[in-house]
């Protein structure tokens, strides 16, 4: 049985490119006709991941990487016009867990990438980092009407152990993960709660 989807990316596409689960590859065909085969043996990864954009607070994205060529990378909303997006996760997510069903076939021990790249994460972490030793230096050096009671110290320690335990929160959620492909958790894909990085 093939499994389809059929989205339009944005403003520029002409028309719904539709992406096939074949026995042997991943087709794609543009509103022109052209026809894309992708063949799963030569897919190096997968990716999944929650990425809300303006307009689309609830976009998943499927990102798939071939050996020798740029990463496809298919959400769940398509474009109706400007500033409007129509959610097709009801389409979207039986298209994913076929697609990865097959890589996972074609590819034994095939692991799939739940939320951030390890590069995007460290960046992440260090922006993390910066901005939480900012907190702490302002606390320190700069002047408030708090600093005039006996207790400020003790509650600028509270404010910077919640703001530590927060980070930690984010550091831990945001972890790259590398599940089966026949054990994504439910969060990876849209229908199971909110679109949150975190």
Aim: glycine share 8%.
């Amino acid at each position: 049985m093939v499994v389809s989807y059929r989205k339009r990316r944005g403003a520029l596409s002409r028309g719904e490119r539709e992406w096939r689960v074949e026995e042997d590859a991943l087709v794609t065909e543009g509103p022109s006709g052209r026809t894309r085969r992708y063949l799963w043996r030569d897919f190096a990864g997968v990716r999944l991941y929650c990425d809300p954009a303006k307009d689309r607070p609830w976009r998943f994205v499927f990102e798939l990487q071939p050996k020798d060529r740029r990463r496809i990378v298919i959400d769940n909303a398509h474009f109706v016009s400007r500033g409007l997006y129509e959610d097709r996760s009801a389409d979207y997510t039986p298209f994913v867990r076929a697609a990865v069903s097959r890589l996972a076939s074609t590819k034994p021990g095939l692991r799939v990438l739940i939320g951030e790249t390890p590069r995007r994460y460290f960046l992440l972490i260090l922006a993390g980092l910066l901005a939480l030793c900012g907190a702490a230096y302002a606390m320190i050096a700069l002047r408030t009407p708090l600093d005039a009671l006996p207790f400020a110290g003790v509650v600028k320690l509270a404010v910077m152990a919640l703001l530590a335990a927060a980070f930690w929160r984010w550091v831990v959620g945001i972890v790259p993960r590398g599940v089966p492909a026949d054990a994504i958790p439910e969060r990876a894909l849209p229908g199971f709660g909110a679109c949150d990085r975190g």
